[in-house]
């Protein structure tokens, strides 16, 4: 075999050199683009709290109450009768707004927490965040009726994508306040006016939901008026109206 010619073997060595130290430049730059393109990975805040399943419910295990909503016996505690009445008051206006019921999810993947605001003098408000694998989206429903007597017709609904940021922001709330475990009832009853700030949790297929009157500070009303703003709900507009 011959040997190669100085000048030769010189020049390829020189080009292979050369060829290595272009392609390590091209993937470094291609890899500090990829990390700008890229989505947020999940951090340990977008996860579920540590309390879960908490006090949920395991859905394929649970009987619907009287409005097809909520678990049976939900609102029991309490005086007689509050179970039925809750019900019926909760209810009409989620049918009112279309809204299923979320004891009727099955799909594993899927994840789902809905807020649903009635005042007693005000529209009602329902605001909704599902998260199915990377799509993440928050829908917004508002009535023309009153949250403490009759629902109404939906005369406002929207719908919009969100940013895994945002809702890695909602699971820290979420996270928290430890929503698994918060009891669904406070120990004291609420007033006669004011607001109930219901939220439903749906995820693993298991339930969970706590409701409490007027909340005036606290983690709790935290994630309503996040939901809200999210929603892109006017709070200039409507801020003598967020009981």
């Not at 890695?168 to 120990?187: A, G, H, R, T």
């Amino acid at each position: 075999m011959k040997k190669l010619p100085t000048e030769i073997l010189t020049f390829l060595l020189t080009f292979g050199l050369g060829f290595c130290v272009v392609l390590a430049w091209y993937l470094h730059e291609s890899s500090k683009i990829d990390k700008v393109n890229s989505p947020i990975l999940l951090t340990e805040e977008c996860k579920k709290s540590d309390s879960f399943p908490g006090i949920s419910k395991r859905i394929s295990k649970t009987e619907k109450g009287k409005s097809g909503y909520f678990p049976d016996g939900t609102f029991a505690e309490g005086w007689e009768g509050a179970d039925a009445f809750m019900n019926d008051w909760y209810g009409k206006h989620l049918k009112a707004s279309n809204e299923k019921s979320l004891l009727d999810v099955s799909d594993k993947n899927l994840e789902i927490y809905r807020f649903t605001w009635l005042r007693s003098f005000h529209h009602p408000v329902i605001v909704k965040i599902e998260k199915q694998k990377n799509d993440m989206k928050i829908f917004f429903k508002e009535l023309d009726g009153r949250g403490g007597y009759e629902p109404g017709k939906i005369i406002k609904e929207k719908e919009k994508s969100i940013s895994q940021e945002d809702w890695c922001e909602f699971i820290k709330l979420l996270n928290d306040l430890d929503y698994w475990q918060v009891p669904s009832l406070e120990e004291k009853p609420g007033g006669n006016d004011g607001a109930q700030w219901i939220l439903e949790g749906v995820t693993n297929n298991r339930y969970h939901i706590v409701d409490r009157w007027t909340p005036r500070k606290g983690k709790y009303r935290e994630i309503g008026l996040f939901m809200l703003k999210l929603a892109g709900f006017n709070f200039d507009k409507n801020k003598d109206d967020l009981y």
